[in-house]
């Protein structure tokens, strides 16, 4: 069986460790870049590997040009990917410790690689370890595979995308961003505050329950058709502060069953870069 959305605790451990499965561990903190890796080595689930957000599943920032974590050279990528034993047919896990905001992002590069057998851990590494699993210090044993992409760059969209669709009524421009960030209340990240004119606000924490979880994929559907409001996913366009997160809304969309949505990688902090881009504040 192919896992292409979430996966549960339960799923994993009566699979794992297998040698067609490659589990990656992709907790990230954006105000300690390093605390992600240092967890890691405290302990993790055996056998996996790290994925550090800067260093690994993001490219190299361009002052000016670039957002926070624009999308890494492709080759580079296979390399990375095919280092952690990553191939064809070979199911990936990710997980972290934050809902899954983090290991969508490797979630969402896989598809625009080509690889539709990867999964989220729903309730990441809290939900493994309140079901009776101990955690590893040692390091993941290296067993290189050749990663090769079949990209599908469908599920990108660029700037001057954006730009068209904010516009047209028959489109979607989801801003998945915290509600004070979209009004431009508070923006701890960014230089400039504020949301894309034309967006609507759909915080991607309203896919989670309390517990970390994703809501279930029936309360999911209902909450994506009231925001699209008639509109196919598959004209949507989603970002966020930097290209993390929004794919944690793709996530969600196509756990509820919705088509793969389109996700602006450089997001908000790329938008930002040209001044000639408008932007708007408050609720609207």
Known sequence: MQYQTLISSAQLAANWPRPDWVVVDCRFALPEPELGAQQYQL????GAHYAHLNRDLSGPVRPGHT??????DVETLERTLGSWGITA????????????????????????????????????????QAAGHALSS?????TPRRFSATLNNSLLASAAEVAAVRTQAQRALLDVRSAERFRGEQELLDAVAGHIPGARNAPHTDCLQPDGYFRPAAELNAHFDALLRGTSSADCILYCGSGVTAAHTALALQHAGHALPRVYAGSWSEWITDAARPVATGAD
Do not use: E, F, K, N
Request: proline share 7%; charged share 10%; net charge positive.
């Open 43 to 46: 302990g993790h689930i055996a």
């Open 67 to 72: 957002g926070r974590h624009p999308l890494p």
């Open 89 to 128: 047919g070979v199911q990936v896990v990710a997980y972290d410790a934050s809902g899954g905001t983090m290991a969508a992002r490797l979630w969402l590069l896989l598809r625009w690689l080509g690889h539709a057998a990867a999964a989220v851990l729903d309730g990441g590494l809290p939900a493994w």
């Open 138 to 142: 040692a390091p993941a044993a290296q």
